[in-house]
Every structure is written in C-alpha cells, then in structure tokens.
C-alpha cells in the first residue's frame, strides 16, 4: 500500500511538471507568435493581439505557479500545550508508552477539550524531504470517559503511528492536496487578476476567456489526478490504522482498545449533548463551571437507561449493543474512508486475541495533578468565546441533571417498548375488522428483544434495497458488493433485490400482526376499564397525523431545496432565476402555514414566538434579494419560517404518538 501511495505522489509530479512544460511552451508560443504579429504589421489592433496573446500565456503560468505563494496558518486556539513540569504523572505514563512502543517522544504534547486523541505535525512543502517531529493531542471529553489502561491503549495506538514510516507518505499527500485544493478551489484573487486583466479591452477578453478555458482543462486533469493520490493513501490510511491497533494491542492487550472504542461514541454523543444545552442556555446566561462531571452522568444515565453495565463509574457497551439498530448486511469498501470501521477494527482485534497487560481501570482523569481544575480550566474555554447579555447563572450538577431527566423523560417512550417505538410509528389498522377478534400474545412477547429486531432488521433491509437499487441504476461506480457474507458483481444486484423484497414484504406482514395483537392487548384492557372509547380516539387521531405528515413535510423539503442556492456563490443572473423558482414553491407553503395556525391539532405546540413570527412572515410579499446583495434580516425570517415549520409538524407528530404510548401505560398500570 505504501509503494501504490508512493507511485501515485511520483505520478502527481509528473503530470505536474508535464502541466508545466506546456504552460512554459504556452507562453513562448504565444509570446513569439505576438512578436511575430506586431513586427509583420504594427499597428493597434496587432499590438492588441499580441499583447492578448502574452496576456493570456502569463495568466497560465500565474495559475500554475500560485500555490507557491500561499501561506497555511494552522489554528491551534483551541489547543493548550503541556509540559513535564506542568503534569510529571501524565508525562512518566507517556514515557512508559514511548519505551515499549520504542519511538519517539512526542515534540509538543497539547490537551484539547474534546473526545479525541490524535498525531499530527508542521507540514510544509520542505517537511516531505526533512524528518517531521510529531505532536500529540489528546482530548480531556476522551480522558474523562476512558480508564487508565483504556487511555494508554487509545496512546499506544497514536504512538503506532509515530513509529510507522509510511507517516511520512502522509506528508507527500498533504501537500499534494494544498496544491490541488488551491488550484481547484483558492481562485478568487487569480479570478480578481484574470477579471480586471480581461476588463482592459475586447481583444484582452477574448485571450482572458481563452486562458480561463486552458485553465478549466488543467483543473480537469487534475481532478482526476486527485482521485488516484488519494484513493491509494486511504487505502493504505486504513493499513496503518489496523498496524497501530495491533501496536496497541501488543502493549495492553486487545480489550482495553476494544471497550474504548465501543464507548466513544457514547462519550461523544454525551458531551454534545451538554454543549448542546448550554449553547440553548446562552439567551438566558446560563453556564456551567465543569462539563465533563456532567458529561460523565449523561453516559452512565443512557447506559443504565438502555440496560447496559456500569463498572467503575464507565459504561461497558458491547458489539451485540451497538449492532442492535443496524442489521445491515450489504458491505460496499469505501475507497474514500481514511479509517475503517469500529465493526472491522474490533474484530481484528478480538483475532489477535492478546491477554490484558497490568490492568488499571482507575479512571484516567486521575492521570493529572488537579483533575477537576483541568476540566474547568477547558470548561471556561469552550464559552470563552460567548457573549452574554445578563450577568452570568452557573448550572450546578443538580440543575443540570433534573433538567435534563425531565428533558429525556419527555422526549422518549416507557421502558415497556424496549425501543419498539423509536424508529416505527404504529401501524394503520382497520378497527372494523380487529372488532371480534382478541389478543394472543401477552405483554412480554408484544415488545420482547425479538419483536424490537425485526423493526430494526426490516429498516436495514429497506435501506439495503435502496442501496442496491442505486447500484442496479449505475449510480455507484463499483464492480462488486458483499451481502451477509456472500460476494456479488454488480449486473446482478436486481436479482438480489427480487430477493430481498420478497424478504420485505414477509418481516412488514409479521409487523403489522405484531402491532394488531398490541392494539388488541391494550383494548382489552381499556375495556376492562370503560376507557375502550378514549382509546380509539387516540390511535384515529395519531392514524390521521401519519396520513398527512408526508405530505406536510414535502413543502418543507421543496422549500429547502428550492432555497439551497442562497447558500451557494452564484452568478446575480443564476440567483434572479432561482428566484422566481422559489417563489412559485413558497407561494404553496405560505398556504400550508396558514393552514398550521388554523389547525388546533398543532396548536399546543406553537408558541407565542413562533405565531408572531409566522404571522410577519405572512404578511407581505417578502423580497430576498434586491439586485446586488441579498437581504439578511428578510433571509432569516424566512429561515425561521422553515425550522418552525418543520418543529412544529414534527413535535407535534410525536406528542401524539407519545400521549398514546403514555396512555397504555396508564391502562397497564391501572390493571
């Protein structure tokens, strides 16, 4: 993998320095061919053509030449460096690591405050022919969520990478990705410079476009060039991911690396979720002193909420957990992926199967002289950067945490469903034919592990159908996929497909059963409790909602593509078309708010905010763009006409699903 990398950056600069050979023989040519007018014959115009012509000779080669002349700042902003004298204990756990690993010692070593660790390093055009000092980065939202052996297998690994000299290829494809990148994407000065150039007179112009065309050509060629460098450096990216686990491996054993990796995307959903709710308190200048105390409940709360153990105050997830809500059998090798999956990484690790060295599952942040006051000191910088308009309110974790159950509590369904009803909505049953019927299943069987997987399995398979689909159509470039173990060329994905549907229709027909005994299990009840009237009231009226959400939601997602272009540069005559193209769209979606305000099924949950907003958005013909500039304050009304729109079909939607679900459980508890 590292000889392909190699090959493909030598490749690169051959076509590079082709690319400029014929920039070079461009200029010459047309320096001499502009000489070779004027003196044949001057006068104006041939002085106009031959100047033309050098002009555009030189506009190539500044095209070509530019990268040079750019300088990367790299923001370190968010990163604090440490030193040995500032955390002795963490840097002695650091030379353990670098002894066994036999590499070097970081150059810098930095914390950041997210749930991350990672190398990285100075990386100019001169650092592909000078050895390169790598830094290490490690993330206090990861030491918080991870044990000491956990952390010293997430350090082992980075440090695999320091002792890979196949780091080096990743210096040669950096900066054979600026060059590009800068040639493909950094053009606004070179466009300032062709623009003005062209502007000069008619005979300029035309050898301007003509430039510009040389220079669409070039662009071309080296998008296709970028396709090759890149996709054998992923290639060989992954490779070196499965080294540094297996390095990791070799220093504490496979599980430490193994449960890190299942725990961090917990990790890292719980932290966001606490940015999240500060970043909703910032109009109310609310703020917390320590997020990662906080972070640390909200994993152990999802964990012990989903069945999951908690040993040493860290969440233990397991393969079988996270594999729960993705049945997915069809694998297609992402050539583009620069890691490969959690999935893969694991079970290559559990191949390798090597004994757990000195364990120490002491929690990792104790690696560090203050603990607390670190997390604290990176608390104060992620709000840094926030102004507050009122004195400032600090959350204590007792705030944080009521807050935060009654916000979880209302936004998901008992633990009787066991997750029956987070992906699915209930099914659309005909009361009229369930009339003599009775259940015949009991409550344990209605929403068992069982029943749960086939509502996860029949999306996957859903999913999978789509997937192949696409393929059969020729939208993915790709000879051949795997599906549950078994390989397939992609001319045969529609006989895959006859299949699967098949399988489809059969897990959609178990469903809707399931979901007719689970209705005839919480009438009986409701008629045990003359509340059978009240039942069926709610199952119409959550019926009706699923019946016209699709349709609702439509107009938004009309009105959001119709929109998509505000957020793109765009020629002023490109903009005034898709104008006209967008009002046609939000003509019907004004209608469809109307409607909403009118509706008093959607009126618990449109606040007073949301009507005055929706109401001045209704009230005139608002104009976006006035010819040369769009219209900020005009854009976010409309903006904020769309987020609540969707909020407000969607909440609703769900409290009403939720108001039935929260009602059988009252019938369950009743009984």
């Known amino acids: ?79 604090i460096e440490i030193t040995r004298e500032d955390e002795p204990r963490l840097f002695a756990f650091i030379d353990e690591i670098v002894n066994v690993v036999e590499t070097d010692f970081p150059k810098k070593v930095y914390l950041s405050s997210d749930v991350n660790a990672c190398v990285f390093y100075d990386s100019t055009f001169w650092s592909m022919f000078l050895p390169i000092k790598k830094n290490l980065q490690i993330g206090v939202g990861l030491v918080n969520s991870v044990s000491e052996i956990e952390l010293k297998a997430i350090l082992a690994h980075e440090f695999g990478h ?30 300032s410079i062709a623009q003005s150039w062209g502007s000069v007179n008619g005979y300029f112009a035309f050898f301007t476009a003509l430039a510009v065309k040389i220079v669409g050509g070039i662009q071309w060629i080296l998008q296709q060039v970028y396709n090759v460098v890149n996709i054998s450096y992923h290639a060989l990216s992954r490779q070196m991911e499965f080294h540094a686990d297996a390095v990791a491996a070799s220093v504490t054993g496979s599980k430490p690396l193994i449960t890190s990796l299942l725990r961090l995307d917990l990790a890292d959903h719980s932290f966001t979720t606490v940015l999240d709710y500060y970043g909703k308190k910032i109009s109310d200048s609310i703020t917390t002193e320590n997020l990662y105390s906080q972070q640390s409940f909200v994993m152990n709360f999802i964990a012990v909420n989903s069945n999951l153990k908690v040993e040493n105050d860290l969440p233990q997830l397991t393969p079988e957990f996270l594999s729960r809500f993705n049945k997915s059998k069809l694998v297609i090798e992402n050539k583009w992926g620069t890691h490969p999956s959690t999935e893969d990484r694991i079970k290559e690790l559990e191949r390798l199967n090597l004994d757990v060295i000195n364990e120490n599952n002491a929690l990792a942040i104790g690696l560090f002289n203050d603990g607390v006051a670190l997390q604290n000191k990176f608390t104060n910088k992620v709000f840094s950067s926030v102004t507050y308009t009122n004195n400032v309110v600090f959350h204590n974790n007792e705030e944080f945490v009521k807050e935060y159950k009654k916000d979880f509590f209302a936004n998901s369904f008992d633990v009787i469903y066991n997750k029956y009803y987070d992906s699915k909505n209930p099914e659309i049953l005909d009361f009229n034919s369930l009339t003599h019927e009775s259940a015949k299943k009991d409550l344990k069987d209605l929403f068992s592990n069982n029943a749960v997987d086939l509502i996860y399995s029949t999306i996957s398979l859903e999913n999978d159908i789509n997937t192949l689909k696409q393929i059969a159509g020729g939208n993915f470039e790709i000879k ?48 045990n409790q003359n509340k059978d009237i009240e039942l069926k009231e709610l199952y119409k009226k959550i019926f009706e909602l699923d019946k016209s959400y699709d349709e609702r939601i439509d107009f938004y997602i009309k009105m959001m593509n119709a929109s998509e272009f505000i957020y793109r540069t765009c020629p002023v005559e490109t903009i005034n078309q898709n104008m006209k193209l967008l009002k046609k769209e939000e003509e019907k979606f004004r209608k469809q708010i109307e409607k909403l305000l009118e509706d008093n099924v959607y009126r618990p949950v449109i606040t007073v905010e949301m009507r005055v907003s929706f109401n001045k958005y209704l009230s005139e013909e608002w104009v976006y763009f006035n010819g040369n500039q769009y219209l900020e304050e005009v854009l976010q009304l409309l903006t904020e006409s769309l987020v609540n729109y969707q909020f407000v079909i969607s909440r609703t939607f769900f409290e009403t699903k939720k108001e039935l679900l929260d009602y059988q459980v009252q019938l369950l508890n009743h009984e």
């Not at 750019?70 to 968010?78: E, F, G, I, M, Y």
């Not at 060059?179 to 466009?191: R, T």
């Not at 001319?491 to 959609?508: G, H, T």
């Open 1 to 79: 993998m590292t000889t392909k990398a190699i090959l493909s950056v030598l490749f690169f600069f051959l076509v590079y320095i082709f690319l400029i050979i014929c920039g070079i023989g461009i200029t010459v040519l047309a320096a001499i061919g502009g000489i070779a007018i004027i003196a044949a014959k001057p006068t104006f115009i041939t002085i106009m053509i031959g100047a033309g012509l050098l002009c555009m000779g030189i506009l190539v080669l500044i095209f070509l030449f530019k990268f040079m002349f750019v300088k990367h700042k790299v923001d370190r902003s968010h990163l």
């Open 162 to 191: 320091f002792s890979q000299k196949s780091m080096k290829v990743g210096s040669y494809v950096y900066n054979v990705n600026q060059i590009i990148h800068n040639m493909l994407y950094d053009n606004d000065s070179y466009n």
């Open 480 to 527: 051949s996929f795997s599906y549950d173990g078994h390989k397939f060329f992609a001319k045969n994905a529609q006989e895959l497909i006859n299949e699967l549907e098949l399988d489809l229709k059969k897990s959609k027909e178990e469903i809707i059963e399931n979901d007719k005994q689970i209705y005839l299990y919480f009438l009986e009840l409701a008629k």
